[in-house]
T-cell receptor
Framework: SQQGEEDPQALSIQEGENATMNCSYK?????LQWYRQNSGRGLVHLIL?????REKHSGRLRVTLDTSKKSSSLLITASRAADTASYFC???????????FGQGTRLTINP | EAGVAQSPRYKIIEKRQSVAFWCNPI?????LYWYQQILGQGPKLLIQ????????DSQLPKDRFSAERLKGVDSTLKIQPAKLEDSAVYLC????????????FGPGTRLTVL
């Protein structure tokens, strides 16, 4: 089973609405990161939240982390067509010097 | 600053042939990663270098995959011989922060094995 699992696997909303994606993980982490991947492109780092942080903001992005529930959420407010992409959470596992990526949420913003 | 460069962008080969991918990380980034991304899935780490030393290659199929990072800069990933299930996008990433692993990705190489 995956260390990081995103939910939902796919999400389709109207432009201007908010999009929320969730990530659950199994083992203790140092940090959790979110990445975006546009079709046919590499991944782009969006935001990092450390294990001792509960919430971070960056522009239209808001990330929360609940280490007691081993879960994180990514909120994109006022969505735009350009936000259409796959979003991946990645966990930096304690004691392992690497990131482990989840399976991703495919977000579609309809005009 | 220039991003992570990868070549080729696309490659089509027959099964049992060999193929090599090249990656040039962002200047000054000591950590380099190779990932395999199968369609519809998240990236899977194949190998991680810190300078020119291997940190993690636990998921690298060593009977057919090999990678090297000469002089701690450029890296090549080779598959020999290729199998149908190797069809995937191969992503290279680099990081300046070994503790937090914030990564910068290249555009990837899409490999099709026929």
């Amino acid at each position: 089973s995956q260390q990081g699992e995103e939910d939902p696997q796919a999400l389709s909303i109207q432009e201007g609405e908010n999009a929320t994606m969730n990530c659950s993980y199994k083992t203790s982490i140092n940090n959790l990161q979110w990445y975006r991947q546009n079709s046919g492109r590499g991944l782009v780092h969006l935001i990092l939240i450390r294990s001792n942080e509960r919430e971070k903001h960056s522009g239209r992005l808001r990330v929360t982390l609940d280490t007691s529930k081993k879960s994180s959420s990514l909120l994109i407010t006022a969505s735009r067509a350009a936000d259409t992409a796959s979003y991946f959470c990645a966990t930096a596992i304690q004691g392992a010097q690497k990131l482990v990526f989840g399976q991703g949420t495919r977000l579609t913003i309809n005009p | 600053e220039a991003g992570v460069a990868q070549s080729p962008r696309y490659k089509i080969i027959e099964k049992r042939q060999s193929v090599a991918f090249w990656c040039n990380p962002i200047s000054g980034h000591a950590t380099l990663y190779w990932y395999q991304q199968i369609l519809g899935q998240g990236p899977k780490l194949l190998i991680q270098f810190q300078n020119n030393g291997v940190v993690d290659d636990s998921q690298l199929p060593k009977d057919r995959f090999s990678a090297e990072r000469l002089k701690g800069v450029d890296s090549t990933l080779k598959i020999q011989p290729a199998k149908l299930e190797d069809s995937a996008v191969y992503l290279c990433a680099s990081s300046a922060n070994y503790q937090e692993h914030t990564q910068y990705f290249g555009p990837g190489t899409r490999l099709t094995v026929l």
